[in-house]
């Protein structure tokens, strides 16, 4: 069973920087054969695909390109989201994810484990 452990959210003014991490445990291949990614919730509002990560592809959302980026290090097992510029909209409960499929198009569907999510706020 894959767990999912996060970290790194809190609260920032617009304009600051967050850095979120995710540590993933109990999968069965390379770390390297899976696909990472984050996603987020806002109060209301469905959950939207962030950014992926896989061997081959990175992948954005419109809204983040440019101010957020995703890395993974293969060696701790974990994968990270830099959120730079961060604007009020960008305010949600934050995912990661881990998926064997390709998960290029950000699809919730397309990931199996998930994190327990944690709390991004930004403040004007």
């Known amino acids: 069973q894959v767990q999912l452990v996060e970290s790194g959210g809190g609260s920032v003014q617009v304009g600051g920087s967050l850095r979120l991490s995710c540590t993933a445990s109990?999968?069965?291949?390379?770390?390297?054969?899976?696909?990472m990614g984050w996603f987020r919730q806002a109060p209301g509002k469905e959950r939207k695909g962030v950014a992926a990560i896989s061997r081959t592809t990175t992948t954005y959302a419109d809204s983040v390109k440019g101010r957020f980026t995703i890395t993974r290090d293969s060696a701790q097992n974990t994968h990270y989201l830099q959120m730079n510029a961060l604007k009020p909209e960008d305010t949600a409960v934050y995912y990661c994810?881990?998926?064997?499929?390709?998960?290029?198009?950000?699809?919730?569907?397309?990931?199996?484990?998930w994190g327990q999510g944690t709390q991004v706020t930004v403040s004007s």
């Open positions: 109990g999968f069965e291949n390379s770390y390297d054969w899976y696909c």
């Open positions: 994810a881990f998926s064997s499929n390709d998960c290029s198009r950000l699809w919730a569907a397309d990931f199996r484990y």
